[in-house]
């Protein structure tokens, strides 16, 4: 996600300087991009007027920021932290005010979209923050999608999480509407044309199953683990919060059965294929690759 969305930046006139812990990787963005390769973390980050990430976790992103070799000694006052991150609220907090403290302004920006928004520049921004905090970053962050502000610090990470409680929900459920229609005789194609011209679309049904389930390709690019995060961020939430939460608690409980058996790095679109073991049925699209390598449990 973070190549195309500091591809963005540069496209937009934004001077960018990045790091990656794979040299190889910041050295092929510069050469197909532009911007300037920083020869480690901490000189990226001098000088700078902002700073964007966007990491596996909040605990990474504590780590980097505060931790014994943390850049924050690196950050002029003034710089601005947009974090990128699908992260845990109450970290989001706790380092929004430990940064003020030197001052230093930090807000949660999370965003949805995927790789192929990301490359276009028309990510789901979810900004939680004040407008002194946030306004002054709008034109970066408008570089990089579509900007909805959701309220107060943190209030970015729970939206976060709360959409991709909802994308997992409705990626199972078609993924069984498809299973029960398929094993009736009803072709998964056409299943799909009557959903997506229905009340039952969604998401999965307009963007997921024809690309990477019929096809078997499995290849959207956001892996098992990362969806799992966020379900995990939503249902504890939940928890903590004193909501009752049944069918959350389902999903996500499907979901770490799925990391378990096929490991955590596969894409989050091979799900089906766990569906599918317990249904004791295949869905069969008139695209199929016949090629489930990349879905096999792990051992």
């Not at 690019?221 to 608690?249: C, E, R, W, Y």
Request: with cysteine; hydrophobic share 45%.
């Amino acid at each position: 996600m973070g190549t195309p969305m500091a591809a963005c930046l540069v496209r937009s006139g934004f001077v960018v300087k990045g790091f990656d812990l794979e040299p190889q990787r910041m050295a092929t963005f510069v050469q197909k991009y532009g911007g300037i390769e920083a020869d480690c973390l901490h000189q990226a980050c001098r000088e700078a007027e902002a700073v964007v990430l966007i990491l596996p976790n909040s605990a990474v992103v504590k780590t980097l920021l505060v931790g014994d070799q943390g850049i924050v000694k690196d950050l002029k006052p003034g710089c601005v932290v947009i974090d990128m991150t699908s992260g845990l609220s109450a970290v989001t907090i706790a380092l929004h005010h430990e940064l003020a403290r030197q001052g230093i302004a930090f807000f949660d920006a999370p965003v949805s979209g995927a790789v192929p928004r990301a490359v276009s520049g028309d990510l789901t921004i979810m900004v939680g923050g004040e407008d002194h905090i946030v306004q002054p970053a709008m034109e970066i962050l408008c570089a990089m999608g579509q900007v909805t502000r959701t309220g107060a610090i943190g209030s970015g990470d729970v939206m976060k999480a709360l959409n991709n409680l909802v994308s997992c929900g409705g990626y199972l459920i078609g993924i069984e509407a498809l299973l029960i229609g398929t094993r009736f005789g009803l072709s998964p194609e056409k299943i799909l044309e009557v959903l997506n011209a229905s009340t039952g679309m969604n998401n999965s049904t307009q963007k997921k199953f024809e690309q990477y389930v019929l096809s078997r390709k499995f290849n959207s690019g956001f892996p098992i683990h990362m969806m799992l995060k966020d379900l995990d961020n939503a249902v504890d939430l939940g928890h903590q919060l004193g909501v009752t939460t049944p069918f959350s608690q389902l999903c996500r409980d499907l979901w770490a059965s799925a990391s378990t058996m096929l490991g955590s790095d596969v894409d989050h679109t091979a799900v089906a294929w766990l569906c599918e073991v317990m249904a004791g049925s295949k869905i069969i699209g008139h695209t199929e690759a016949n090629d489930d390598a990349s879905v096999k449990p792990v051992h």
